[in-house]
């Protein structure tokens, strides 16, 4: 009985591993080069993000970073769901916070055909609005 289990599970695994194997490269495959010319352009794009969260231009910058069905997921608060609830959380925040994003860096990028994403680490000051005078660092 364990048999049929064993060789089902194998013949899974061996259909899984085969259906992530590399394609065989073509003509038109993008070289490692411009991969890499990719994930700069995408590290990049980080200064732009920067400049448009700190001049609280969230509506331009929700349409260039984000599509319609995107997950925002911050640390110690619940997933934002959809460009709306995102663009509603930025505007929340700013309302009762003055933030400055000093520096946006991307510690990991990765690309699979015309999806890329990163991850990494946002540093700067939250002041709460009314005690402009005292800053404190997140």
Same mark, same amino acid.
Request: a negative charge.
């Given at each position: 009985?364990?048999?049929p289990?064993?060789?089902?599970l194998?013949?899974l695994?061996?259909?899984?591993?085969?259906?992530?194997?590399k +394609? $065989?490269? !073509? *003509?038109? &495959?993008? +070289? $490692?080069? !411009? *991969?890499? &010319?990719?994930?700069a352009?995408?590290k990049?794009?980080?200064?732009?993000?920067?400049?448009?969260?700190?001049?609280?231009?969230?509506e331009?910058?929700?349409s260039?970073?984000?599509k319609k069905?995107?997950?925002?997921?911050?640390?110690?608060?619940p997933?934002?769901?959809?460009?709306?609830?995102?663009?509603?959380?930025?505007?929340?925040?700013?309302?009762?916070?003055?933030q400055?994003?000093?520096?946006?860096?991307?510690?990991d990028?990765?690309?699979?055909?015309d999806?890329?994403?990163?991850?990494?680490?946002?540093?700067?000051?939250?002041?709460?609005?009314g005690?402009?005078?005292?800053?404190?660092?997140?």
């Open positions: 009985m364990k048999k289990t064993l060789f089902a194998s013949a695994l061996l259909c899984f591993a085969s259906s992530c194997q +394609p $065989e490269r !073509d *003509a038109s &495959a993008r +070289p $490692e080069e !411009d *991969a890499k &010319a990719d994930i352009s995408i990049a794009l980080l200064v732009e993000w920067v400049n448009l969260y700190n001049a609280e231009d969230f331009k910058l929700i260039i970073f984000y069905n995107a997950i925002l997921m911050p640390p110690n608060a997933a934002r769901r959809t460009q709306e609830e995102i663009l509603l959380s930025y505007r929340k925040d700013s309302e009762s916070n003055i400055q994003v000093d520096d946006s860096v991307a510690e990028v990765r690309i699979c055909g999806l890329a994403f990163a991850w990494g680490q946002d540093t700067g000051t939250t002041t709460p609005r005690r402009e005078s005292r800053s404190s660092t997140v």
